[in-house]
């Protein structure tokens, strides 16, 4: 006699929910620590996001990876599916707007009646169709036309990492070394393509989540620059009085007052 054991995906449904939005109806700037994705159903509105403001409207999908700030402003009401979803090479999807298609509408379908469960397998249940979910993503945009020009492979995997793991001790030569590629090299096509150098965006990146977080809390700055990726305080305050004009302080009171 065989003893058998239920083997755990490589994936885990983080959270799953459903939301009714009502007319009007706002959701404040947040971040999350893995891959959210939205199907929006009957809605229609826009997402803040960074510089941006991505509109949405039924049939809509957004994908947001780690620490990537958004909200939500709903002009319509409607009903919206949230996921959040860690491995599976979720991180790997491309944020932004997409539209559902007919097999990621069925997997959708699927995760809803499972959030109607409550028994021993619920969670099993949904870890499964996460990664299911993922699966027909990464086929529908992989299928979909490509629009101008397309960024290079590594520095769209590059900015991906400064995108997502910025809080980490990140160097472009750890970078460059993991995708076996020149570090100069690599400066070079990620200023052509993004605009500025690495180490610039990844300060640009750092600064912003410090200000996400100098708005939404109430954590000490020391604390703030160490979850940013610059644990040393002096430095992380003269950085951010360089690139903003005013220091976290004065930063967080402008927003108090408000």
């Known amino acids: ?55 949405y409207e039924d049939g809509s999908l957004s994908i947001y990876q780690p620490w990537l700030s958004h909200g939500d ?15 599976a090479s ?15 509408e069925r997997v959708f379908g699927q995760i ?19 990664a299911w979910l993922v699966m027909e993503l990464q086929r529908q945009i992989a299928s979909e036309p490509v629009h101008g020009a397309r960024e290079p492979y ?8 400064l995108d997502t793991r910025y809080a980490e001790s990140l160097s472009i030569a750890k970078i460059a070394k993991q995708l076996s590629i020149n570090v100069d090299y690599l400066r070079q096509l990620f200023v052509e393509w993004v605009g500025e150098p690495p180490l610039r965006y990844l ?4 600064l912003e989540a410090a200000c996400d977080l100098l708005r939404l809390n109430q954590e000490k700055t020391t604390d703030i620059a160490a979850r940013v990726g610059i644990p040393n305080p002096y430095y992380f ?6 690139r903003l004009g005013v220091t976290p302080t004065q930063y967080r009171a402008r927003y108090a007052s408000r």
């Open 73 to 87: 402003e709903c002009e319509k009401g409607g009903v919206q599916l949230c996921v959040g979803v860690r491995g």
């Open 203 to 206: 300060i640009r990146k750092r």
């Open 1 to 55: 006699m065989h003893k058998s054991e239920i083997v755990k995906p490589s994936v885990t449904c983080m959270f799953a929910a459903e939301m009714t939005m009502a007319d009007g109806q706002t959701c404040f700037m947040h971040t999350h620590a893995c891959t959210e994705i939205v199907w929006y159903r009957g809605c229609r509105g826009w997402l803040p996001q960074g510089d941006e403001r991505l509109p």
């Open 154 to 161: 590594h520095v769209a995997v590059a900015r991906q990492i």
């Open 90 to 104: 979720a991180e790997g999807l491309p944020p932004g707007m997409w539209r559902t298609d007919e097999a990621t």
């Open 237 to 242: 305050s003269r950085l951010f009085r360089q």
């Open 112 to 130: 809803q009646q499972v959030l109607d469960s409550y028994d021993d397998w619920r969670q099993s249940r949904l870890d499964m169709l996460v």
